[in-house]
């Protein structure tokens, strides 16, 4: 019955250990593809001078198409970004598509969409380098918010990080401490068996397997404890704020990651376990004590 | 056997707990151990069953040098010892028929040999009936009694008993020490360490004497109550 109660303590403290480990990952994973998808809307335009040559075009195009940074490109010709222009502006400029000035102003562009985790120093170089090129007007990146982004980006990253990092380390703390409680109290029972002849293997291994299933239960429940509150925070964000497109991205432990989690979580026990057992099971710890008068 | 070759035993301080102790016990003997607290008496049984090292001199227990066991070898050797405690060091959460097989079970014996096994000790210590019963639901004398039968279940050569009658009242204490006659008898060396000289003065058994970490007398108490000595 205390055994039971031993062992129920522990597991409910290793439950508890590993839900925030788990809702601390959860928070970081989220954040990391919050960033993903609003960094997909990542672009350059490349404006070219009205008077560029076809090589020029052509060497623009072998440099875009060689460069692993941009995923997809997008060609406007002066006409047709004309025709886009006439058709959204004609009834709130009369006169527009009379203009013969018009065709001179408007520039044929490049549209590049780049790598959503592309670093600002990289993009940079990259617009310096079209800048650079032969028919090339302007570059366009929104440089200012790109580099406020990645500064808050990298501000909230680090956060995250080391306030997983600190629960992470916390809760691996607790988690082998009270294992160690729990496998100390049975120190006892450890020397009898020593005395009694039992090998390392022997006495060991009761210990390694309980550990295993302490840690292999508690991770189960903590996955089901944070699924139940993920869930809950989802529809609650949803009802809340029902357009954002954040929200619906929202994602919990995919099946590779449920497999890591399941697989650390026993892991991180079987080794607080084995730690806990190698420090009591050395052969030596005597039954006998001794006394002085 | 047991023989301790001018066995020193230094602790940290420094503390002398064994000054050039020197006996010899030969197979099948039953002996007394006996001295004050703090004599030594623990630190001869730890030596015995390796829980200590000898800061210098030897100690051979059978075909085994203790000084010379390796950690792998330490297991296979205490199977050849029995070992009783004062406070019988029992499993609470096992039964007294799971108690007293636990040495066959790390012996890795067949079950059936385990069971046949099991039963004869309980005779022998006449505990048969409560088998079934866990070790809080005994008597002292019961539980030690259950101690005495998980230490000879294995047939061992040397049984030792640090202090084994003392939470007994008299009359167990007797009971217990006739158990362990009888387990010399059939060919086990037997060393026991107690206080109880009124006991020891009953048994007309080899008794060494320890004081302060030496041997003061080796001899027998004979029938009429005086102390036979021996040469150390």
Not at chain 1, 28 to 39: A, E, L, R, S, T
Not at chain 2, 19 to 43: N, Q, R, Y
Not at chain 2, 59 to 76: A, F, N, R
Not at chain 2, 100 to 118: A, G, H
């Amino acid at each position: 019955m205390k055994n039971q109660s031993l062992r129920f303590s522990t597991m409910m403290v290793l439950w508890g250990c590993y839900t925030l480990m788990i809702g601390s990952f959860l928070l970081y994973k989220n954040f990391n593809q919050f960033i993903k998808n609003w960094g997909e809307n990542r672009e350059m335009i490349v404006y070219l001078k009205n008077d560029i040559s076809i090589q020029e075009l052509e060497s623009l195009q072998t440099k875009i198409k060689n460069d692993k940074l941009i995923e997809t490109t997008q060609y406007s010709n002066k006409e047709k970004v004309l025709e886009q222009y006439q058709g959204q502006l004609a009834s709130l400029v009369p006169g527009l598509n009379e203009d013969p000035e018009l065709m001179n102003l408007i520039p044929a562009s490049f549209e590049l969409k780049l790598q959503a985790d592309a670093a600002p120093e990289t993009i940079e170089a990259l617009s310096a380098n079209f800048q650079n090129q032969d028919g090339v007007e302007e570059v366009s990146y929104g440089k200012e918010w790109l580099n406020h982004f990645a500064v808050l980006v990298k501000v909230i990253r680090t956060a995250l990080v080391s306030i997983a990092l600190i629960i992470f380390g916390a809760s691996l703390f607790v988690i082998s401490n009270v294992i160690h409680t729990h496998v100390f109290r049975k120190k006892e029972e450890i020397e009898i068996l020593e005395m009694l002849g039992a090998g390392s293997s022997m006495i060991r291994f009761p210990f390694l397997l309980e550990g295993a299933l302490l840690g292999g239960f508690s991770i189960l429940g903590a996955v089901g404890l944070s699924g139940f509150l993920f869930v809950q925070f989802k529809e609650y964000i949803v009802t809340q704020y029902p357009l954002s497109s954040a929200v619906q991205s929202l994602e919990f432990l995919g099946g590779v990651e449920f497999l890591i989690v399941f697989l650390g979580g026993i892991l991180a026990s079987l080794l607080s376990s084995y730690f806990s057992i190698s420090h009591l099971n050395t052969g030596r710890s005597s039954l006998f004590r001794i006394t002085v008068e | 056997m047991i023989e301790f070759q001018h066995v020193y035993k230094t602790y940290p301080g420094p503390v002398h707990a064994l000054k050039d102790v020197h006996f010899k016990i030969a197979k099948g003997e039953f002996v007394f151990l006996t001295g004050p607290s703090g004599a030594g008496k623990t630190t001869i049984f730890k030596m015995i069953s390796a829980y200590d090292s000898l800061s210098s001199g030897e100690l051979q227990i059978g075909d085994y040098k203790v000084s010379e066991l390796t950690t792998k070898e330490l297991p296979l050797y205490r199977r050849k010892l029995g070992i009783v405690f004062q406070d019988y060091k029992l499993l609470k959460n096992k039964t007294v028929f799971d108690n007293i097989s636990l040495p066959l079970i790390i012996q890795k014996e067949r079950d059936s040999y385990t069971q046949r096994r099991v039963r004869e000790v309980l005779d022998q210590v006449g505990l048969f009936h409560k088998k079934e019963q866990f070790p809080e639901s005994l008597s002292g004398g019961e539980q030690q009694r259950v101690a005495i039968a998980r230490a000879i279940i294995h047939q061992p050569g040397i049984l030792i008993a640090d202090e084994p009658t003392g939470n007994l009242d008299p009359e167990l204490s007797e009971e217990i020490i006739d158990l362990f006659e009888k387990i010399s008898a059939q060919g086990t060396t037997v060393f026991i360490a107690t206080h109880d000289q009124t006991l020891v003065k009953k048994k007309n058994k080899r008794n060494i004497h320890i004081q302060n970490g030496s041997l003061v007398q080796i001899g027998s108490f004979v029938q009429n109550g005086s102390f036979e000595a021996k040469s150390l």
